[in-house]
């Protein structure tokens, strides 16, 4: 008898493969424990961006196979593309067999209306400077390292970790107006499609909220990333839930198969709505 958790679908988003700070062992043991009906990979999967040859370890490739293996499997597999992995837009809409390539999806969940889709067409930064959208993703990569290594050694003092962009993104007004107004844009815009639910990725800010857009009342839904926050969003018995691993250290050998620090996983769960 398998001991997976049966779910109804599961989202993910900005894995970011192909980057230092991909948590890409915790997200194999993640995929390991679940047996969605579908997976949406809402964007940012893989980091063409800012992909190298020489960097792109076994645990990168184990997210990949453990994808195909679902597929294999008869997951419904839907790659919604982003724009870190806009290359791939070009295929939208190619399908083969239960595995699907597009830019957005739209599904009928138990009589509500989902829309499904990464949210960089709603960036006003990726519409008007993409060049400073790219440096930024360059320089976050860069702040997740130090990071990494700061904290690998709060932990060896027996300090608390800490982490850099979010106190960058808590701190500074214009991040979090960047946030509010971004869902706030998307909301409304739903509301205007008569979508009942929304669900994006993106900012990297995993939440679960209920939103007034335009008189009416939308679900809005992010399913965050695998770099900080390490979420995932779960359907299952007519409820969303949030998934989100918990940080614990990982062995010398992991480290040295990544060439960086690495932080490892258990688990906790946010239900919405509450019970």
Same mark, same amino acid.
């Not at 893989?46 to 990168?60: A, E, G, T």
């Not at 960089?120 to 702040?143: C, E, P, Q």
């Not at 800010?205 to 995932?232: F, H, R």
């Not at 989100?244 to 062995?251: G, L, P, R, S």
């Given at each position: ?98 595995? #699907? ?58 300090? /608390? ?21 971004? /869902? ?13 639910? #929304? ?10 909220? /209920? ?42 050998? /992991? ?13 906790? #769960? ?6």
């Amino acid at each position: 008898m398998s001991d997976k958790r049966p779910l109804d679908i599961v989202v993910i988003s900005d894995v970011h493969l192909g980057i230092y700070g991909c948590h890409a062992k915790e997200l194999v043991n993640y995929l390991d424990s679940i047996d969605p009906r579908i997976l949406i990979l809402n964007g940012d999967i893989i980091d063409i961006w800012q992909f190298s040859k020489r960097f792109f370890p076994k645990s990168h490739t184990k997210v990949i196979r453990r994808i195909l293996k679902m597929i294999g499997k008869g997951t419904e597999v839907y790659y919604l593309t982003g724009n870190h992995d806009e290359a791939l837009r070009k295929y939208a809409g190619f399908n083969l067999s239960n595995f #699907v390539i597009d830019n957005k999806l739209i599904l009928d969940v138990d009589g509500k209306r989902h829309w499904f889709f990464h949210g960089d067409v709603y960036d006003v930064t990726m519409k008007n400077s993409k060049w400073l959208a790219k440096l930024g993703g360059k320089g976050y990569d860069i702040l997740i390292i130090i990071n990494r290594l700061v904290n690998h050694l709060l932990e060896r003092m027996g300090r /608390e970790k800490m982490s850099f962009s979010k106190k960058v993104k808590d701190s500074v007004k214009q991040a979090v107006k960047f946030i509010s107004d971004f /869902e706030q844009t998307v909301a409304d815009i739903a509301a205007d499609k008569e979508f009942d639910v #929304v669900c994006c990725g993106h900012i990297h800010q995993p939440i679960i909220k /209920e939103m007034a857009a335009n008189g009416k009342t939308v679900t809005y839904l992010n399913s965050g990333d695998w770099v900080e926050n390490l979420t995932s969003l779960e359907y299952s018995q007519g409820a969303w839930t949030l998934y989100q691993h918990a940080d614990k250290k990982v062995t010398a050998a /992991e480290e040295e198969e990544e060439g960086v620090l690495d932080w490892g996983a258990a688990a906790r #769960v946010i239900t919405f709505p509450a019970t």
